[in-house]
């Protein structure tokens, strides 16, 4: 394999635009990706053209404008080049074709935000992200419009955050005399997910429509040794880990780093940063790759946040930066983080915005599958803090404290034999523990699940450190004395935020109630984590950034809302059809056959000991009976639910229906336990974790 000259080989990137688009056309396009310029109409279609002739090279025969609709996954209708001339055809995408596509709009979750039977929708053009061909189509991404207006999915309003931190940075380095062209986020996330044979995965009714297990007993054997974790590959993990890599990197896609994660069947990949709506597309593209990459390889690749009780999740770590097109990191502290006035500002903007907007931020991860992971000893808790570290932490304390700043200096590291080599240590450890923690040069925003569209949280992120600023600059404009200005704005700001700060163990006992007291939002479900979008300032701070209108972002409250309905929902159901259809009755089995070998001991002799069998019989019965009870009650329940209202319905299902699901769960699994493995209708957990070699 000669990786750089393979490497997005399916890419209509820049060196392939360079090298078959005209000069000026070249340029203009440039302008419009890189300066964020409005795009010139006259050149699409020479780009048309030249694309459609690359994508043909390829083997394409179609194209489709690729959309990320609010189901959370992508979507795509394929059309072919041809177009009739005489008796023949020719191959032909127009510039129109390019730039605007039509779609039916009506069967995409919306908020409520369009009736039904008003259907149609458009897709249009991001020449920011570069198209790719992929399985003989050219894919084209796009964003997804609704015909009155309304923004239908996630890339429409990431851009306009983008847009607006871009505006809004620009005021506050221009206050420092600093002028550039763009101010861009990029992102580089992480992404974890477990595999397991497909053999076994299609033996699980529950794996198959929900993506996790919702019964099974813990392993003997789970993660207690940490000799999983960054452990050697095994032969068929390592030659998917290859293939995949090999299909990424052939649609340039930055996978820098693979390994083993904490527990069994457990792996990551983490790719190289990229500008934010290129980072969230090529994450759509690297899970849908996995997925079919894992298939060719017998294996299933489960993206759910918890596939498995009683191990860790998955997660997907957002690491967040924002730098200029001259290359300035607004986020880097220099040398001297004390005298960088610029560094200090930026940091108690993005202070100040996860404090102010903390409940949509984490409402902005919230769903079904994430529930079971924050909070769990793997995971953030479900309660938003900022951690600085050492070095930044004693800078914001003397601040606030009125303190001097003493500098803590990066020491060097050794093992301390002659031999090894002395190595810088950074300034600052890093937390786990923390949602939030500022790790060199960026922000690592740890809360996000493994099958999550990353756009929701950078949205969010983006717009609220845009409003930061704008703030700001609307204070700090026109003042002569600027430093003198900034520093009492950092002062100010530090104070008023500090709570938000929190250097320590986020898994300790004392941290829940030391939130509580300082204020801090705690909401542990999704149910609970959603409401505050409908609140006014946490509806306004979107409005004001241009990102949603009001009835936008209120409808992508409801959706999260229905999403997660949808989801226990369906879990629910899952779970009554597996316990009534297969689990009971293959314990009634079992117990039958104790009831006949216990009566054929007794035939023998009325001495034979079975009080094995007798405690098994009686144990079992009153677990069977038990988990009869618990199935009825949650059918009863689920009933009562009325979906289509919201708010009481995600409230039911939270503090309803997921305790019935656990309670019905705790007795089936104990069952498991007691019940011979020949009549146990699924694979165990041993079976799935271990099944690939």
């Given at each position: ?21 005209p000069s000026e056309v070249y340029k203009a396009l440039r302008a419009t990706i890189e300066a964020g310029k409005r795009l010139d109409i006259s050149i699409a279609g020479t780009v048309a053209s030249a694309m459609k002739k690359w994508a043909v090279s390829k083997g394409a025969t179609h194209y489709t404008h690729w959309f990320q609709p609010l189901t959370g996954l992508t979507a795509e209708k394929h059309d072919s080049f041809i177009e009739p001339e005489g008796d023949r055809v020719i191959m032909r995408l127009t510039g129109k074709s390019l730039i605007i596509g039509e779609s039916d709009a009506s069967s995409f979750p919306s908020g409520g935000s369009r009736a039904t039977y008003m259907a149609r929708g458009y897709t249009a053009w991001d020449p920011t992200s570069p198209a790719f061909v992929k399985e003989g189509t050219l894919y084209i991404p796009t964003i997804f419009v609704s015909y009155t207006g309304e923004t239908l999915d996630n890339k429409s309003p990431l851009l306009r955050s983008m847009t607006a931190i871009d505006k809004q940075a620009k005021r506050i380095l221009k206050l420092f005399g600093i002028d550039c062209k763009k101010v861009s986020t990029a992102v580089g996330p992480e992404q974890e997910y477990f595999l397991v044979s497909e053999e076994t995965y299609f033996k699980r009714k529950d794996l ?486």
């Amino acid at each position: 394999m000669n990786l750089p000259e393979m490497f997005g080989e399916n890419v209509f990137n820049d060196s392939v635009q360079k090298e078959t688009l005209p000069s000026e056309v070249y340029k203009a396009l440039r302008a419009t990706i890189e300066a964020g310029k409005r795009l010139d109409i006259s050149i699409a279609g020479t780009v048309a053209s030249a694309m459609k002739k690359w994508a043909v090279s390829k083997g394409a025969t179609h194209y489709t404008h690729w959309f990320q609709p609010l189901t959370g996954l992508t979507a795509e209708k394929h059309d072919s080049f041809i177009e009739p001339e005489g008796d023949r055809v020719i191959m032909r995408l127009t510039g129109k074709s390019l730039i605007i596509g039509e779609s039916d709009a009506s069967s995409f979750p919306s908020g409520g935000s369009r009736a039904t039977y008003m259907a149609r929708g458009y897709t249009a053009w991001d020449p920011t992200s570069p198209a790719f061909v992929k399985e003989g189509t050219l894919y084209i991404p796009t964003i997804f419009v609704s015909y009155t207006g309304e923004t239908l999915d996630n890339k429409s309003p990431l851009l306009r955050s983008m847009t607006a931190i871009d505006k809004q940075a620009k005021r506050i380095l221009k206050l420092f005399g600093i002028d550039c062209k763009k101010v861009s986020t990029a992102v580089g996330p992480e992404q974890e997910y477990f595999l397991v044979s497909e053999e076994t995965y299609f033996k699980r009714k529950d794996l198959q429509l929900t993506g996790r297990t919702l019964f099974g007993a813990p392993v003997s054997r789970g993660q207690e040794l940490e000799d999983h974790y960054f452990g050697v590959l095994k032969p068929e993990i390592a030659e998917f880990m290859r293939d995949l890599d090999s299909e990424l990197w052939s649609y340039g896609i930055f996978s820098k780093t693979k390994h083993n994660e904490v527990a069994p069947a457990q792996h990551e990949m983490a790719p190289v940063f990229s500008t934010t709506n290129v980072a969230v597309d090529t994450n759509m593209l690297t899970m849908e790759l996995m997925k079919k990459v894992a298939h060719r390889h017998g294996l299933a690749c489960l993206l759910h946040e918890k596939p498995f009780k009683g191990i860790n999740g998955s997660g997907k770590h957002n690491n967040w930066s924002l730098s200029t097109d001259t290359g300035l990191n607004l986020l880097n502290p220099g040398a001297s983080p004390e005298s960088n006035t610029l560094f200090k500002l930026v940091l108690t903007a993005v202070i100040k915005a996860v404090d102010d907007y903390q409940g949509v931020l984490r409402a902005s991860v919230a769903s079904a599958g994430n529930d079971h992971r924050l909070g769990a000893d793997e995971a953030p808790p479900a309660i938003i803090s900022v951690y600085l570290g050492d070095q930044l932490g004693a800078l914001v304390d003397s601040i606030v404290k009125g303190e001097n700043y003493v500098a803590g200096k990066a020491s060097e590291g050794s093992i301390g034999v002659p031999e090894s080599p002395i190595f810088p240590k950074d300034a600052t450890d890093r937390n786990r523990t923390s949602p939030f923690a500022f790790t060199g040069n960026k922000f690592e925003f740890r809360m996000l699940g493994s099958q999550a569209n990353v756009a929701d949280a950078n949205i969010c992120l983006n717009t609220i450190v845009a409003d930061a600023f704008a703030k700001f600059a609307d204070e700090l404009e026109g003042k002569k004395d600027i430093e003198s200005a900034v520093n009492k704005v950092i002062e100010r700001e530090l104070k008023a935020h500090y709570r938000i700060i929190f250097n320590h163990d986020g898994y300790g006992p004392e941290w829940e109630p030391e939130a509580l007291k300082r204020g801090l939002l705690n909401h542990k479900n999704t149910a609970d984590a959603v409401p505050v979008c409908y609140e006014d300032e946490n509806v306004e701070v979107f409005v004001r950034q241009g990102v949603f209108n009001r009835a936008e972002a209120i409808a992508r409250a409801d959706i999260r809302l229905e999403n997660y309905i949808k989801i226990i929902n369906i879990e629910a159901l899952t779970m009554i059809e597996m316990a009534k259809r297969d689990i009971i009755p293959a314990v009634s089995s079992f117990i039958g056959k104790l009831c006949r070998d216990l009566s054929a001991k007794s035939a023998v002799s009325s001495n034979l000991p079975c009080k094995t069998e007798s405690g098994l019989i009686k144990k079992l019965s009153e677990l069977n009976d038990g988990a009869s009870e618990a199935v009825d009650r949650l059918e009863e329940h689920l009933k009562g639910i009325d979906k289509s209202d919201v708010l009481p319905a995600s409230q039911a299902m939270a503090h309803v229906i997921v305790p019935d699901m656990e309670e019905l769960r705790k007795i089936v699994d104990e069952m498991e336990t007691l019940t011979s493995s020949d009549c146990w209708p699924y694979p165990v957990y041993f079976d799935i974790l271990y099944s690939v070699k």
